[in-house]
């Protein structure tokens, strides 16, 4: 019977055996033809040049809603650069998103003028409603909450915006009205979900 | 969105054009002399005549930093490359500013312009507009300025039959305010992530694909053209003596006329807030107004009569930024201020120099824990000493001026601080545990209410008994408050009943 | 070239226009601390973010102090080192680092060797005052490396290391501010990565974030199991460099050393990797003169150039960016692998021994060896050929722990019969050995006659890409020789596009050879360590007595007992081996 050492050596054994079964590293990205043709195109527009990378990644959050690690692979492949590059550029800026906003993304506003004039409490007001915390969004995808930092609306403080709409000079007893205008039966502005 | 231009300290020169014509039709901006001094350039100037009239005239960089325009543009085009850049600065990220934007939505023509001429005395045929994806309009704006311009042969190859080629290009910021600083904005342009780089090499030297490149303001190319057809003197006669000229800035805050103004440098802050702001909302004490967003310090009560220009602002622990300028009132806490403006930081900081990542992080700690009511006395030496480091040590203007907050509320707001750690008090009402929600016994007349309504049952009391609130557990919601009808619950600084 | 004069701590001197202040004070003797700055200088590989701050000095003039790493001189500069505001601003800002870092010295990998703890003592920090939130992250391993990423510094030398020198580009910095890290693409595995092991990324890293995957334990435990008959194996490399770990100067040859230490340690067989060196000149030396005879009879599918196939780093590098191409390395398998397919074939016969209860280990400068030892094809019915491989690094702790007084050992010699090695094998450790091992062989082979001179110093050099033409008694053998893998990505994109005239080529995936390799004594960035080792080979080749691989008696031995001929069927079922397409790109479509 061979004695257990005392120290034994966990982390050795937590990895897996490497392997020569080509299958296993490749990435399977699933995404309908549309979708990659889209991607291509895109590319395709800005010469497939890499210090085009953030304009790309602009136009195809616009188009396919946001930027998941499929989408992200085939950007580096167009643009010949590493996945962990586009990776590193899309994690920097807050634009880019991996996880698809609600239908209704909502952003308020935290610059100073903002902030002066009561933003917090309507982040709360919001939080409250929702149920959900800045960054989320609600089970049923309808809205999701984040923090942008200053749109140069300063006059109208404070500001928050629903998708493209921004709403001035709000006080939290707004936030529930504002948000009834995109509950489902009231919606005129509805869009269906981007999914991919 | 800007206030009475009837005003009489205004003069208007960044913003001669805004809401005076339709941004989109060239025509009516080629009426107001757009692309005349580009013409005039072309035709009479030299490169070198033509920075030297810059020089001449005064202008310093109006993006923050102040540096003199006209020795930017001649170092570089003192550089030799095959290729140099025009880079306009539009990413606007000072939170409280929109200058820019208003200056892009309302007179796209006066920085496309104003770039063409840059190009010729630096020797770029190339101009590239980095500007915030936050701004959809003057994105559009941007485009069809430049199409029209091009359409007419303002902009493109041989503009007005010169043999001058100059064309532009627009990049997007994606929502990272360090992309403002000239060295990440480079990077960013390059498709990668907007880490800033020691300075030198400068970008007049090395900049965008390490060819020299001047980056500049959008209000300071919006002052170019003047110049040019006023002539450097007409500018020079204005401000003060180190700052010529005009600033345009953005009124936020509490303040009664809340929008851009744009006045000669050296006009008091008197009276940019009292006669030109129409002064501070609902007759409330003046306490500060933040100046240089969150790399700029605050001006007091004492600073009133300062004239407002680029040495003076330094004097006064602050700096001139971007313009942006928010009043701040009585019911202001300026240690949350200076939270607030640490916040701020430790979410746009790049993260590659330690100073900035952590030393800032941990000054927002320490900020934090003040606020809470944790904090010590030992907290305010360890504030001063890690700010002077990080001001020393960080790699950027970001980390350089992020400390200012904290330096410029503790030098004039010293008490705040002194009662935020030894009497845990706020005087402000701002800091949520250091106030508290106190009922008044007289007024009371236990009807339970508030107990009923408090969500974490801090409210206790017998029946037609006066109540008490106990702040251990109290979580400052204001439930209680709205649901009193005798006005018998009211926000103390101190725990004790008022009688 | 234009001189500045300038004063650094009252000392006046003058130097060449551009050069930083670090590298003036250098020149005064005043030794600058740095921590994220890294230069290899021999090799052209320098890392400068500017980023740590540890190195910031007082220039007289200047508002706030300057990294000295990367800020030039001007003429009449005053530089001060060491001012109390430099040192104030030095300590707070490795206690800032401190604060965000785990306090796991005592038990972490890089205890003794860490640039963050050594800093930390020399400035004397008792006490970090600025206390908070530390940022965390998931731990990874993988086959050869452990990630600890609570441990990165920021220093970006890793990131550097495997995306502009090896242009692998399996590490970039991620996220922003406080919580950024650098990290694989979407934070996954490294070994879902594009990651090849070559473990460059772990040789340069300052602290305890890159670590080897450790398997001494694993070891220890076979030497326990009396079962188990333990034998071991060590590369070219090791003998060059073990000595440092015992305060020997760089380059010391301790080869007799090191074989009395493995002894005492408790294996039973101490054997060469050398000896299997060897083995792999004589197969892939008949493959090339079979590729070669091939081409030149103008057989349309005579598949030239021939790539060495010995590093598994360049191997995965190959099989993730050449997918194209895996038909033109040799199929000869590298001399660790070799050896144990010989070791547990051959050699446990020999010994009368089962292959399950044969365990062989490997020492080697290399940590992607780990990964190797563990691919499916290298395995008998689930049986490894080679079951560990361990690091210089890791044989170091085995002989301190094992209290054995290292540097008072008697020379003692390799057991037989796979112990006996040539010059050409010693070589595999530098670049362009393994080349130069091969023409060795190959042309007394293919030209009947005897070299004159038996170095090959056309061959040899520290440019990242190399050429070389040898004549062959009136045939012109064009040979390449690339190592780091930037380099190897040019030769294979010239193969790819058709431009490559070489007949041969030799890659290494670590710049400066095996001697560089990631499982190698820590350099801290001083080249001239890789130089002396470098040497060290070269030294060791000339002090044998045979120096042509097909003059070992115990290989020809080998192959009249055992294999047959080289190339032959017995050689091709143990000694050649095939490659997969690793490559990122397959899409499959979904249909929606």
Known sequence: MVPKLICDDEMADVHAPATSDKDSLKVTIKLSVEKINAINRICASYDNDPEELISVLHETQNTLGYLPA????????????????????????????????????????????????????ILDELKKELNINIG????????????????????????????????????P???RKILEEYREDNCEECKPTQQL | METPVNKPKQLRIALRNCGMLDPENI????????????????????????????KQSGLRGRGGAGFPTGLKWEIASKSKSDQKYVVCNADEGDPGAFMDRSILEGDPHSVLEAMAICGYCIGADKGLIYIRAEYPLAIKRLKIAISQAMEWGLLGKNILGSGFNFEIKLCYGAGAFVCGEETALIHSMEGKRGEPTNKPPFPATSGFMKKPTNVNNVETFANIAPIILKGPEWFSSIGTKNSKGTKVFALAGKINHVGLIEVPMGTSLREIIYEIGGGIKENKKFKAVQTGGPSGGCLTEKHLDTPIDYENLIAAGSMMGSGGMIVMDENDCMVSVAKFYLDFIVGESCGKCTPCRIGNKRLYEILERITQGKGVMKDLDKLKNLSYIIKDTALCGLGQTSPNPVFSTLENFYDEYYEHVVEKKCRAGHCKNLFHYVINEELCVGCAACKRCCPVHAITGEKRKPHYIDSNICIRCNECIEKCSFDAISIQLEPKILV | MEMIELSIDNKVLRVKKGTTILKAARKVGIEIPTLCHMELHNMNIENKPGSCRVCVVEVDGRRNLAPACITEVTPGMVVNTHTVRVLNARKTIVELLISDHPYDCLVCAKSGNCDLQSIAHKFGIRRVHFKGEKSTYRKDTSPSIIRDVDKCIMCRRCEMMCNEVQTVGALSAVNRGFISVVAPAFEMNLEQSSCTYCGQCVSVCPTGALTEVDSTNKVLLALMDKSKTVIVQTAPSVRAALGEEFGLPAGTLVTGKMVAA????????????????????????????????????????????????????????????????????????????????????????????????LVVVSVMPCLAKKYECQRDEFKVDGNPDVDFSISTRELADLIKQSNIDFLNLPDEDFDTPLGESTGASVIFGNT?????????????????????????????????IRSAKLDFDGLTLNIGIAHGLSNARKLLDDVRAGKSDYHAIEIMACVGGCIAGGGQPYHHGDSKILRQRRNAIYREDKNKT???????????????????????????????????????????????
């Open chain 1, 70 to 121: 499929e989408v992200q692979e085939i950007i580096a492949h167009n643009l010949k650069i590493s996945a962990a590059h586009v990776y590193g550029v899309v994690t920097f800026y807050s634009y880019f998103t991996m996880v698809p906003k609600g239908d209704h993304p909502i952003s308020v506003c935290m610059g100073t003028a903002c902030y002066v004039r009561g933003a917090e409490k």
């Open chain 1, 136 to 171: 989320e969004t609600t089970p049923d995808q309808r809205f999701s909450i984040s923090c942008l930092r200053c749109v140069g609306a300063c006059g109208l403080a404070p500001v928050m915006m629903v998708g493209e709409k921004v709403y001035g000079r709000v006080s």
């Open chain 1, 173 to 175: 007893n707004d936030v």
């Open chain 2, 27 to 54: 025509a009516e901006s080629i009426v107001r002399d757009a692309y005349q001094a580009l013409g005039k350039v072309l035709k009479e100037y030299s490169p070198q005549e033509c920075i030297n009239i810059l």
């Open chain 3, 262 to 357: 493995l002894r005492r340690i408790g294996f039973k067989y101490v054997f060469d990797t050398d000896f299997a060196a060897d083995l792999t000149i004589m197969e892939e030396g008949t493959e090339l003169l079979g590729r070669l005879k091939a081409h030149l009879a103008g057989e349309s599918n005579a598949k030239l150039p021939i790539l060495t196939s010995c590093c598994p780093g360049w191997v995965n590098f190959m099989e993730h960016n050449f997918p194209d191409l895996l038909h033109i390395p040799s199929t000869a398998k590298s001399p660790q692998q070799m050896f144990g397919a010989i070791a547990k074939t051959y050699f446990a016969d020999l010994i009368g021994v089962k292959r399950q209860d």
């Open chain 3, 432 to 464: 362009g050995g393994v080349i130069e091992a091969a023409c060795r062989t190959a042309y007394e082979l293919y030209t009947g006659k005897k070299l004159d001179v038996i170095e090959f110093e056309s061959l040899r050099g520290k440019e990242g």
């Open chain 3, 546 to 592: 045979i120096r042509k691989s097909h003059e070992n008696p115990y290989i020809i031995q080998l192959y009249k007992d055992f294999l047959g001929q080289p190339c032959g069927q017995k050689s091709h079922e143990l000694l050649h081996t095939v490659y997969y397409d690793k490559s990122r790109e397959e899409i499959t479509i979904h249909h929606d």
